[in-house]
């Protein structure tokens, strides 16, 4: 009850502080992806290149969160950014990597070959392939990518609030640091019922993106 | 027209160079279907995808109705070559329409032209516009979207299509069909046709030509009936079956061997005019009674007409069947078969007995083909050790 009683009460904070995580995430997985599908599609023209950017955004992930942000309180600070806002979306942007490089990179080779060819063989160029063949059928797979990226980093966010980024990790570590049952409990429940909630919001975007021919593929798979 | 001038790939392998095509030479009349056959590995798919630079040559040289493609743009190369796979390979992110017309969009057709292009593919291939347009292909079954499949590689209106294995994934029953339909189509389209296949009775039903493949190398070019009668060597034999002068029946029509004398008799004859007449022709078992309108109403046996008395009206048998001019042998043969007889009347369009098909004159004709051969190859010999 007390702790009803507090987020209730704390109700302007609680959404200012969501909003400013999703905008974190937000913001950083978007670059992601903007960065994250061309170098997935790029690295399928040559295998050696795929497994050395693969393995190099695997290693990134394998680095915890708080230390990545260690690292980087030096480096930004000579722009004057050691702590806050860009550290946490940097930070954010690589560890998103891995799962938007590999599900597209995964989603553009596993394009069923017999229609490559027959793409080849009607005359598209490799552009054209692309364009009207491999990525509208590699969507789903590449949407799901996302989707494990924004999870994967809705959790992660919660630390950043330790270099003053904001967003929901500022109730945890307030509550740390103060002994507050409260706020700890209701700032953990808050990073879990975001996560799901915007999970299920992006599968509702995936299922819209997916071809509409493929849809039936796409619920047995 | 499609001209093959010394066309050679060597695949490089960890094992080494392999020849997967050795220089293929041959010309396919513009027009015709020709079909390359042959055992798996054998070339025959290499050979075809170095038309549209799927496989990229080693070396040689492609000729579309006399134009060497060697410089040609790749891109607008394959657009003017149909081309269909034996997977399908429809979009499935778009619907038929947009399937069908992804062509003639590449080749920058406006919008009212290419829709109007999709609607006449559609009559075609017999499938119903409205009903299909708008659907995408899972929605289809095999047999269909392997329709649609040959409407995309028409879509452009192309001279040449090349086909690899196009029925291949298909049920038998709806392949007979789709191969017929083809057929149909192709009488009026007249296109130039390269056909993978690996089925020799699919290469005689629809090749006018037949290259037979055999490690890279192409043993054996002719049109059916000369690569059924004469196969060059063993493996071309082999590779034809045991049973190949019976597939020769399949491209034999009942109208190059059919007798226009036949002996009937009528209704109103007595049995012993029946008897008269089946020893005059020396008949074995019976004669063919027809009325006024020439058509074949029944047999007479010539056991009845010994025995009875009476009119042939009263004691016939049922005509067990007849067969048309335009049927091939095969067709004759099987009836044959199944009714236990050594002939057949033939009937003409409106029904009416125009001769008789016997199984000697099958034979006869057939070995007669086969006689040939044995002489050229004969002669052929003498030649050769002559000199």
Redesign the interface.
């Known amino acids: 009850m007390e702790l009803i009683q507090y987020a209730l009460d704390n109700l302007d904070l609680l959404l200012t502080r969501t909003l400013e995580h999703i905008s974190l995430v937000g913001v950083a997985v978007g670059i992601a992806t903007l960065t994250g599908v061309p170098i997935g599609i790029a690295i399928t023209k040559n295998e050696r290149v795929a497994q050395l950017v693969l393995y190099l955004a695997s290693i990134i992930v394998t680095i915890p969160s708080i230390a990545l942000f260690g690292i980087m309180i030096p480096v930004l600070s000579l722009i004057g950014h050691g702590i806050g806002y860009v550290p946490a979306v940097i930070a954010v942007l690589l560890y998103s990597q891995l799962p938007i490089i590999r599900n597209t990179y995964t989603a553009i080779n596993n394009v ?1 070959p ?2 490559r ?9 490799p552009n ?1 392939r692309l364009r ?2 491999e990525i ?2 590699a969507v789903p797979v590449i949407m799901a990518g996302v989707r494990t990226a924004v999870v994967l980093n809705i959790g992660v966010m919660a630390i950043a609030a330790y270099i003053g980024a904001g967003g929901l990790g500022t109730f945890i570590s307030r509550g740390i640091s103060q002994s507050d049952p409260r706020q700890l409990i209701v700032g953990a429940v808050a990073v879990s019922l975001l996560a799901i909630v915007v999970d299920y919001t992006l599968l509702y975007v995936q299922k819209r993106l997916t ?4 849809e ?2 796409a619920e047995t798979a | 027209m499609i001209k093959l001038d010394n066309l050679t790939k060597v695949f490089d392998t960890p094992k080494g160079a392999v020849v997967a095509a050795d220089h293929i030479s041959m010309e396919v009349p513009r027009g015709e279907i020709c079909i390359l056959l042959g055992p798996s590995g054998c070339g025959k798919t290499t050979t075809l995808k170095m038309i ?1 630079r ?1 496989v990229q040559p080693t070396s040689g040289k492609v000729f579309i109705d006399g134009e060497d493609t060697t410089d040609m743009d ?7 070559i149909g ?1 269909v ?1 034996q ?9 038929i329409e947009e399937n069908i017309t ?2 003639p969009k ?1 080749l920058g057709w406006d919008k009212a032209r290419y829709r109007e292009r999709a609607r006449e593919l559609m009559a075609m291939i017999a499938l119903e516009p409205d009903a299909f347009l708008k659907r ?4 289809l079954s095999g047999g269909q979207q392997q329709r649609i499949g040959v409407a ?2 028409l879509a452009a209106d192309p001279p040449v299509m ?1 086909m690899d294995e196009p029925f291949g994934a298909i049920d038998p029953i709806n392949r007979a069909v789709i191969q017929d339909e083809f057929l149909k189509m192709q009488q009026e389209l007249k296109k130039t046709i390269m056909f993978v296949s690996h089925d020799i009775d699919e290469a005689i039903k629809m090749g006018d030509r037949i290259a037979v493949f055999r490690e890279g190398k192409l043993v054996q070019y002719s049109e059916p009936d000369d690569l059924l009668a004469a196969p060059r060597n063993a493996f071309v034999e082999s590779f034809l079956g045991e049973d190949r002068a019976l597939k020769r029946l399949n491209l034999v029509k009942v109208n190059e061997i059919v007798s226009d004398e036949i002996g009937t008799v009528s209704p109103g004859d007595t049995l012993e005019q029946a008897l008269a007449r089946i020893d005059d022709f020396g008949y074995q078992n019976s004669i063919l009674m027809v009325n006024d309108q020439r058509q074949p109403v029944g047999l007479i046996t010539r056991a009845v007409a010994r025995t009875t008395r009476g009119y042939c009206r009263d004691h016939f048998q049922n005509v067990p069947a007849t067969v048309g001019l335009d049927d091939d042998l095969r067709k004759v043969a099987s009836l044959m078969f199944a009714q236990d007889t050594t002939w057949l009347p033939c009937v003409d369009d409106e029904g009416r007995v125009c001769g008789q098909i016997t199984q000697r004159a099958m034979t006869h004709h057939l070995g007669a083909r086969f006689r040939a051969a044995e002489r050229t190859a004969q002669a052929a010999a003498e030649t050769t050790s002559k000199e």
């Not at chain 1, 071809?211 to 493929?214: D, E, L, Q, T």
């Open positions: 069923n017999a229609l060819e027959a793409a080849r063989g009607i005359g598209m160029s054209q009207m063949v509208p059928l071809p509409k021919g493929m039936r593929a | 549209n799927i790749t891109q607008s190369l394959r657009r003017n081309y796979i997977q399908i390979g429809l979009f499935p992110n778009m619907t992804v062509v590449l995408y292909p899972n929605e995309r590689a090349l």
